[in-house]
Every structure is written in C-alpha cells, then in structure tokens.
C-alpha cells in the first residue's frame, strides 16, 4: 500500500466533469493534511537547529566539570606525586575517549541532520509543488464547477420557465373549458327563451287578433249606436214638428197634453240612454285603442327583444366556432 509520501508526490489526474463534486470535497482534507505535514517538517527542523545550538553549550558544561574535577584533585590532601599523575592520565584518556567518541557522534548526528534537511527540504519544496499544483486543481475544478452550476441554472430556469408555461396553457385550456361550457349553458338558455319569446308573441298576436275583433264589434255598436242617435234626432224633429202643429192647434194639444208629455218623458229618457250608450261606447273605443296601441307597443318591444336575442345568439355561435 502506498505511503502518505508517495501518494503526495504522484502525478495529479485532472478530475473530470462526474466526479468534481467528489474532489471538491477531498481536496479541502488533502490540503489541511499537506499543511499539517509541512508544519511537522519545520517543527522537526527547527528542533533540530535548536539542538544544534546547543552543542557549543554542552563543550561548555564539559570544561566545566573538567575544571571542577581538577580543582577536586588539587585539594585532595596526603596523595603521592606518582597516585595522582596516574589517575590524571586515567582521567585524560577517559576523557579524550569520550571526546572522541564525542565527535563521531556530532558529526554523525551532523551528517545525519544535513541528509534529513536536505531531504525536508526536498519534501517540502515536493509538497509545495504538490500543493500548488491542488490549488491549480482546485482551482479548474471551482470553475468547470461554476460553468457546470451555471448551466445546471440556466437548464433550471428553463425547465422552470417550461413548467410555467405548461401550468399557464392548463389554466388557459380549463378557463376555455369552462367559457365554452357556460357557453353552452348560454344557448340552451337562450334557445329556451328564445322559445318562450315566440310562444308569448304567438299568445299577444292572438290576443291582438281577439282585440281587434273586439274592437271590430266595439266600432260595429258604436256605428249602430249613431244611427240611433241619428234616429232619435229624427224621432226630435219629428217631435219638434208635432209641437209645432200642437202650437197651432193648442186645444186639440191641451186635451192630449198629458199622453204628449209621458210620451215626451219616455223620449227624454231614451234619449238620455241613448246618449248614455253613445257615451259609453266612446270610452270603450277610447280603452279599445289605448289597448290596441299598448299591444302594438308591446309587440314591438318583443320583436326587439328577439332581435338582440338573435344577434346575442349569433355572436355566441360565432364566438364558439372561432374558439
């Protein structure tokens, strides 16, 4: 299984367009790991370093205990020349054998210190490649992202503008259905009233026709009742002639004056009656006419009423035959 190290320095495959949103979200962990690597790098150079520093300190420390163990030796009391000459040469090859091995091991520690900057120099640099090269990544794959959402919206608003348009031409049609329905309910009514109009103008052309027959018989009496006046105008100057003759003969007029004027009551009273008739029969012409031109009025009124009725029909039918 690869190591950390080597799948950082492989060759970056540029993502497609499937899984962008997979490296997107891979590549934000990849990043901070590469961060965290980097920063244990400088961490472990710079301990180094200190450590390095530090060496000076130790040679240091090192005089100092040799100091203090020759001034321990100087103030040991009662010792013979040849004692103390042997346990400084011991103390001398000790010492220079620790010193020696000493510097073996800062130079090997030095050796190795320069190999491991030189190879955390190396990884880093590789890293910061590694790195830039993500970001580059990153970056090629933030704006194939973009144009991808950018289509995705446009494809959207589209798809959205689609859905509205097919909810409006639905709400069209149902509104059409129903205008067309109503339409329909519309000229049933209007046939059905279109027939009670002819049937009621069917009923006031008969009772015209009875009222003009009426009026027929009304001009019949009144025609009857002026030849009877004309008559009782007759009978009067008849009756004036007779009183004339009764004038000239006023004796013979006294002795039939009685039966003269009960006769004359009786024709006062006929004539009031005719008069009365005559009267009456004007009125009832006068109501006859009036009927006669309410009637008219009335049949016009309907004629007109099935005119508009007939042209609302027809524009109906027009306007379902257009739609």
């Known amino acids: 299984m690869p190591s950390l190290k080597s799948k950082l320095l492989m060759p970056a495959k540029l993502p497609n367009e499937k899984n962008v949103s997979r490296a997107k ?16 790098v400088e961490e472990r150079i710079r301990q180094d370093k200190r450590n390095n520093y530090d060496l000076p300190e130790y040679q240091r420390n090192k005089q100092k205990s040799y100091k203090n163990a020759n001034v321990q030796n100087q103030n040991v009391p009662f010792e013979s020349t ?46 910061n490649r590694r790195i830039q090269l993500l970001e580059e990544d990153l970056t ?78 009304a001009e019949e009496r009144a025609e009857a009742g002026e030849n009877k006046i004309v008559e009782l105008e007759e009978e009067l100057r008849v009756v004036g002639n007779n009183l004339k003759s009764l004038e000239v003969s006023e004796e013979k007029a ?4 009685d039966s003269y004027e009960e006769h004359i009551r009786q024709l006062s009273q006929r004539l009031k009656e005719a008069e009365t008739r005559a009267e009456f029969a004007e009125r009832s012409v006068q109501k006859l006419q009036k009927e006669v031109d309410r009637l008219e009025d009335d049949l016009l009124v309907e004629k007109e009423r099935c005119r508009h009725l007939t042209e609302e029909i027809e524009l109906t039918v027009q306007e379902i035959q257009t739609n």
Do not use: G, W
Not at 90 to 112: A, K, T
């Open 25 to 40: 979200e891979q590549l934000p962990d990849l990043v901070l790991t590469l961060r965290h690597r980097r920063i244990a």
């Open 140 to 217: 090629r794959a933030e704006e194939r992202l973009k144009i991808a959402t950018e289509k995705l919206e446009e494809a959207s608003k589209a798809a959205d503008e689609s859905e509205r348009v097919r909810k409006a031409l639905e709400n069209r049609f149902e509104i059409e259905d129903d205008r067309c329905t109503q339409l329909e309910l519309k000229v049933r009514q209007m046939s059905s009233l279109l027939q009670e109009t002819e049937n009621k103008f069917e009923e006031v052309a008969r009772k015209l026709a009875m009222v003009e027959a009426d009026l027929e018989r």
């Open 82 to 127: 040849r004692s103390r000459r042997s346990r400084f040469t011991n103390s001398c090859l000790i010492s220079s054998n620790v010193f020696m091995r000493f510097r073996l091991i800062q130079n090997e520690v030095y050796n190795i210190y320069h190999i491991f900057f030189k190879q955390a120099e190396a990884e880093v640099a590789a890293l």
């Open 254 to 257: 006294l002795q039939r004056e």
